[in-house]
């Protein structure tokens, strides 16, 4: 979900009335077998897709569904660490905060205009968002109980969306690529400030280890559900992978990416000295990987499906935003229109 | 008028000195003005530019992916234009 597409039973997600429109509206109606063959021949050869090539229907709205998805969770994400700036333990990490969060909407719009090449527009998107029509990441319907969990999310968190997002800079379709490049650039900041702020907790008093520690427990479980459902058993996605994979939207099976995550994350945390909450954590040497426990796939739909801590509150939140920034945008206009008058009648005079 | 409604505009950005407007991606602002102002926070944010042009993407005309074929095939058959399509004795310097 979070640069990662999986179904979800009952799922509603119609294509958007795509306006035409000179640059970025993808002209698919006339979808022949010509045009099939050459969108076939660029995904073969491993070329990007470009906005106005005619692409298959299909690829088109899995595409705007994983894009806007992915960027409802960027902006989305920003609110359960925007809950510690004001509480951030020294100006340093505010500042730090407040960049990481920032980024974090950028990214959101990055995404936003990306999927705008496709012929949807961002405010119908964000209705979506706000009607729960379309979801977000289940990581950010956890709360922050403490300072430590800011580290926790930098650390866990984007550590698991840098994981997802680096093969997103291969992805078949160029403006979706060229906006994970961008992200991926600045995501390994966020998470070298995540574990900085472990480091230090990590090295202080009691208290501190122990607040270091429980922010570990709590969110490592949901980290690992970040790369969705596994690929094969009764949890199984409903299966948008093959086919993603077949046109080179994802590169890596959900699995995969969680065991690189897994063998990437062990190490760091024993540097942390924080143990994390799994007792089936083992090296395996014949596979050269990390074994690790089950993951509670009940708990995953459940939140995903709106029945999390913090739901309910992060989609309140959002609408509140917006509607209660409704008057940014109408000074905004109000400025605008002024300027242009003024324009005009400096060109009349 | 709302954020939905407000046009969007193509932001180029010049990395530095030397180098030409590159594309790095769009926005919605209410004028051009703003467009510019907004294309900072969101694309130099780390001083990845020293000059911005904001353009409007409905002023962007570009050629049409359905004719790519008819459109730049006129040069496909001009090989001369190359250097490489004359054949000159090796040991000739600087040519
Ligand atoms: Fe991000
Ligand atoms: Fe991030």
Redesign the pocket.
């Known amino acids: 979900m979070y640069g990662n597409d999986f179904g979800q039973p009952g799922a509603t997600d119609s294509r958007a009335g795509a306006p035409p429109h000179p640059l970025n509206a993808a002209e698919t109606p006339d979808y022949t077998d010509a045009l099939a063959e050459y969108f076939d021949g660029l995904i073969e050869q491993d070329q990007r897709v470009e906005p106005r090539d005619a692409m298959p229907e299909a690829y088109r709205t899995t595409l705007i569904r994983q894009m806007a998805q992915h960027a409802h969770s960027e902006i989305i994400g920003m609110q359960p660490e925007a809950n510690w700036i004001t509480r951030a333990p020294s100006l340093r990490r505010k500042a730090i905060l407040m960049a ?1 969060v920032q ?2 909407a950028g990214h959101g719009l990055y995404l936003y205009s990306a999927a705008e090449t496709l012929g949807v527009d961002r405010s119908e998107l964000l209705d979506k968002l706000h009607s729960g029509r379309q979801k977000y990441s289940s990581i950010f319907n956890y709360p922050t109980l403490t300072w430590a969990d800011a580290g926790a999310i930098g650390w866990l968190v ?1 550590g698991a ?1 840098i994981m997802n997002q680096v093969p997103l800079c291969r992805c078949s379709y160029g403006p979706y690529a060229r906006a994970m490049i961008r992200v991926c650039k600045e ?1 390994s900041f ?1 998470q070298r400030q995540g574990f900085e702020i472990l480091w230090v907790l990590a090295r202080g008093t009691k208290e501190q280890k122990a607040m270091a520690q429980d922010a570990a427990n709590r969110w490592w479980w949901p980290a690992l559900q970040m790369f969705g459902p596994p690929d094969t058993g009764e949890h199984a996605s409903t299966g948008h992978t093959a086919q993603s994979m077949a046109w080179g939207i994802k590169r890596f099976s959900n699995d995969d990416l969680r065991q690189k995550f897994v063998d990437m994350t062990v190490p760091q945390a024993q540097k942390l000295g924080i143990t994390l909450p799994d007792p089936d954590l083992a090296w395996n040497e014949e596979r050269g990987h990390w074994d690790f426990g089950a993951i509670d796939w009940d708990e995953f739909w459940r939140v995903l499906k709106g029945d999390g801590p913090c739901n309910e509150q992060r989609i309140r939140t959002r609408v509140e935003a917006h509607d209660e920034g409704a008057w940014v945008r109408e000074a905004a206009d109000a400025y605008a229109a002024k300027q242009a008058a003024r324009h005009e009648q400096g060109a009349v005079a | 008028m709302t954020s939905g409604t407000w046009p969007l505009w193509e932001v180029f950005v010049r990395a530095k000195r030397g180098l030409s407007h590159v594309h790095a991606g769009s926005l919605h602002a209410p004028d051009r003005e703003m467009a510019l102002r907004n294309a900072r926070d969101l694309y130099t944010r780390r001083q990845e530019g020293v000059s911005i042009w904001v353009v409007a993407s409905e002023d962007i005309t570009a050629s049409s992916p359905d004719e790519r074929d008819s459109f730049f095939d006129p040069a496909a058959d001009k090989v001369y234009r190359h250097p490489t399509f004359y054949d000159v004795p090796e040991d000739v310097e600087y040519l």
Request: charged share 70%.
């Open positions: 990481k980024d974090e984007d969306a995501e966020h």
